[in-house]
């Protein structure tokens, strides 16, 4: 049965960080592609980023500018994100996608993704 499990939201003031953690289990294979999405309130999912297979590809919305920093653990399907000068419209429910191919570039799109995470909330107070 595969699980998907984020954590590491909270609620913390603009300019703060934030390291989310997920962890894949049950897959049908390792080493696939995963990513963070997230969604707001009244908005549509959107990715965050996305790291394939090949520990170098790497990929980021433009909203990141820079700010936030993808990561695999040293446990296979082990995910993390690294959020520095969080803002207030970085504040929604992040997801974490699982098994998304094994393409040397990261899948953008969510339908891509197999399993899927509850969610993690996180609150970026002014």
């Known amino acids: 049965q595969v699980q998907v499990v984020e954590s590491g939201g909270d609620v913390v003031q603009a300019g703060g960080s934030l390291r989310l953690s997920c962890t894949a289990s049950g897959l049908r294979y390792d080493d696939t592609a995963m990513a963070w999405f997230r969604q707001a309130p009244g908005k549509d999912r959107e990715l965050v980023s996305c790291?394939?297979?090949?520990?170098?590809?790497?990929y980021y919305a433009d909203f990141v500018e820079g700010r936030f920093t993808i990561s695999r653990g040293n446990t296979k399907n082990t995910l993390y994100l690294l959020m520095n000068s969080l803002k207030p419209e970085d504040t929604a429910t992040y997801y974490c996608a699982a098994d998304g191919g094994s393409f040397h570039l990261c899948p953008r799109e969510s339908a891509s993704y197999l399993s899927w995470g509850q969610g993690t909330q996180v609150t970026v107070s002014s």
């Open positions: 790291i394939s297979w090949s520990p170098d590809s790497a």
